[in-house]
């Protein structure tokens, strides 16, 4: 009963996202039915649990997404993300598109995470989108299979869940050796073709991008002059720069900082064409709503997930795939997806396996880079199941319902990864 509850609880949640019932009251809903079930007081753990959870993540990000929303706004009403567009498309003309999640691979690359590069992307995603007749469906994929997939589980990542395996196995961060870059290009390359298969057969279908009523800043004077893109990718790049700048091997800039430095710069490098006042007085608060949605969301998903941690059925869940049989790099794989799916998360499941399953396969004989790059890779497959925070997220700051654009995810962030990770345990198993 109690396994039968986390799996009821994430089928509830998977199917209240799709009627877009509100995400909060959504994660409570399947957060009671996984309470239920395992036998635990519901309102003492919705305290002591969910709500811990879901006030400890608000605190933890607030003023990065307040400012990610800042940057954004200052992006678009500057004309940066205009020019950044235009010359996007000037030179890669109908490809422009194929160009946005490798900007966002490398904003991730350089520390930016996902949840603040869909702020920093999205007017410049709306316009290529717009300009190369791309179906909106398909922004907010782009935004996680660059920042929650490929650059995330990629050698030398920065990410949290890179970290997260390297640590934990006692690696270094570019760890994986041969079949480490083999299967994280092979995410890159095959989810691309994935896109492009997907765009084509949806232009096929007579898809197109639609302009909505939000979208009206998109619409500029033909006679407007917008910054030249060498500013607007110095604001782009300047977060990066600023987070990545190290003193005596440590991090002089916070990604709070950073991203202080970035609105900073845009600000002063684009003089008369901010409408200070009014971005003060109004547009921010607008901005800041969003933001404030989004983190609504995150927050939720994490309340959800730390209910889900607390109950019996997923210790149960744990010490099974724990102890799996059959091929070791297999078992990685299994035994990581189904804690990625339980989770929501492909970091929480890694925290959960690689210092608990990792060692018992490296004092197995197998190398341990292989193991945490395995286990990264893996990771970033079934946490994209809809019970998955970020992508909620990532959706309602594109504009978009889970039932309209969740499928291109199926295939480019679950399908992927997965195909990417069973391609390594094959290198592992033949080279290692």
Not at 166 to 171: F, K, Q, R
Not at 306 to 318: L, N, P
Request: proline share 5%; charged share 10%.
């Amino acid at each position: 009963m109690a396994v039968l509850g986390i799996v009821l609880s994430i089928i509830v949640m998977v199917y209240l996202a799709s009627k877009s019932i509100n995400i909060i009251a959504a994660s409570l809903a399947a957060s009671v039915v996984a309470l239920v079930f395992n036998g635990l007081p519901v309102f003492s753990t919705l305290t002591e649990v969910y709500q811990k959870s879901f006030a400890s993540f608000i605190s933890s990000i607030l003023l990065m997404l307040l400012l990610g929303a800042t940057l954004s706004y200052l992006m678009e009403k500057s004309g940066c993300a205009a020019s950044l567009a235009d010359a996007l498309v000037h030179i890669f003309g109908k490809y422009a598109i194929f160009s946005i999640p490798v900007i966002i691979g490398l904003l991730t690359y350089g520390g930016i995470k996902g949840t603040v590069s869909v702020f920093m992307m999205l007017p410049i995603m709306l316009t290529v989108c717009r300009e190369n007749d791309v179906p909106r469906m398909f922004m907010p994929v782009m935004v996680q299979f660059a920042a929650g997939n490929f650059a995330n589980s990629a050698p030398g990542s920065p990410s949290v869940l890179n970290i997260t395996v390297t640590e934990a196995l006692g690696v270094a961060p570019d760890a994986g050796g041969m079949p480490g870059l083999v299967a994280s290009g092979a995410v890159f390359l095959i989810g691309m073709l994935f896109f492009g298969a997907m765009l084509s057969s949806a232009r096929n279908r007579g898809e197109h991008f639609v302009i909505r009523a939000a979208d009206r800043d998109l619409e500029r004077p033909e006679d407007e002059k917008l910054p030249p893109p060498w500013i607007a990718a110095s604001v782009l790049i300047s977060v990066p720069l600023a987070l990545n700048l190290k003193i005596g091997g440590k991090n002089v800039f916070s990604i709070v900082t950073a991203l202080f430095i970035g609105c900073a710069l845009c600000i002063l490098l684009n003089l008369g064409r901010i409408d200070l006042k009014t971005f003060v007085c109004r547009d921010i608060g607008a901005k800041f709503k969003d933001a404030i949605w989004m983190m609504s969301g995150l927050a939720a998903m994490s309340g959800f997930g730390a209910c889900v941690a607390a109950t019996e059925g997923y210790r149960t869940i744990v010490d099974a795939v724990i102890n799996l049989p059959g091929n070791p790099y297999i078992k990685i794989i299994v035994a990581t997806s189904v804690l990625a799916a339980a989770t929501g998360s492909a970091t929480s499941a890694c925290t959960i396996i690689a210092p608990t399953l990792g060692p018992v396969f490296v004092g197995m004989g197998l190398d341990p880079g292989y193991v945490a790059r395995l286990m990264a890779i893996t990771g970033t497959g079934l946490d994209s199941m809809p019970n998955n925070g970020g992508i909620i997220g990532i959706m309602q700051v594109c504009g978009e319902e889970l039932k309209d654009c969740y499928y291109p995810f199926i295939w480019m962030t679950i399908i992927t990864p997965l195909i990417s990770a069973f391609l390594m345990a094959g290198l592992c198993t033949v080279f290692g």
